[in-house]
């Protein structure tokens, strides 16, 4: 069993020396213990996945294709843009806790994570998969909802993601910033789900990176029209109207529970 659990640790060194390796001098981050230094990777990854994705996806959207996916009356301002990265800064070292949690418990066997996909098969690795974003999709639906209904859930949380309530407040920086427990508890069941869904870890990993992307896509209010979605589009109307729309990467629980909204003609405003 250990002989297995150190394939886990060895990947995680593996990637930690890529992000860590890469960027900082060896003696500052080597004698560091293994948890410190996943931190630490989590921490630097997620500024820079942060960083180079918003810096990209507003410079595409405002300046590139100014007036082709937003109107140069919408599109927020410098000083906007500054407070979203102000506020992804301070919650980022927060959020970095999480996966490195994940990859902790990962290493020592209390999930349900497999190594490689040959030890269950193509087959049950999809079964499995489709398992574990349903049920992301699922309870980060309710958490989102309820961090709405809940007053003191909203006020003393959710608001102050919240408060960039208008299209010209929204840009893709903004997807970070976000007080540091609203964007853990939403980014919990991805977690979770590792103890309760037998899931192959690289794949986990995987889908928490491209969800760092996918949280810029949803600020960029730009509405795909890529059914079932949760595009930009649907996204901007949840910060407009404040009751619909909770979803994650899909429109399926929004459509189940009753709290679609599409976007009209102009992808501005709630139907």
Known sequence: MEEYLQLFKSETDFYNQ???GSLLPENIWRSLPHVCR????NCVGGVLVYSITGFLWCSYIYYLKRDVYIRGDAIPSKKTMVLHVKASMR?????????????????????????RISEVGWFAYLVYIMAYMV?????????????????????YLHAQHHSYNKQHKLSPLAGMALHPLDGLAQAAPH??????????FTTHLTIV?????????????????LWPIMGGGYHMIHHLSNRHNYGLYTIW???????????????TKPN
């Open 18 to 20: 890529i992000v860590l």
């Open 38 to 41: 996943t931190w630490l990777r």
């Open 209 to 225: 990176f491209f969800g760092a992307i996918w949280t810029a896509n949803i600020h960029d209010c730009v509405d795909e029209k």
């Open 135 to 155: 049920f992301a999709e699922f309870v980060t639906y309710w958490i989102h909802r309820k961090l709405h209904d809940i007053k003191p859930l909203y006020k």
């Open 191 to 200: 977690t979770i789900a590792l103890f309760l869904v037998p899931t192959h």
């Open 91 to 115: 919650s980022l070292p927060w959020f970095a806790a999480l996966p490195t949690f994940s990859e902790y418990a990962v290493e020592n066997g209390w999930t349900k994570c497999f190594s």
């Open 253 to 267: 629980m929004d459509w189940m529970f009753g709290t679609l909204s599409h976007p009209m003609s102009d992808g």
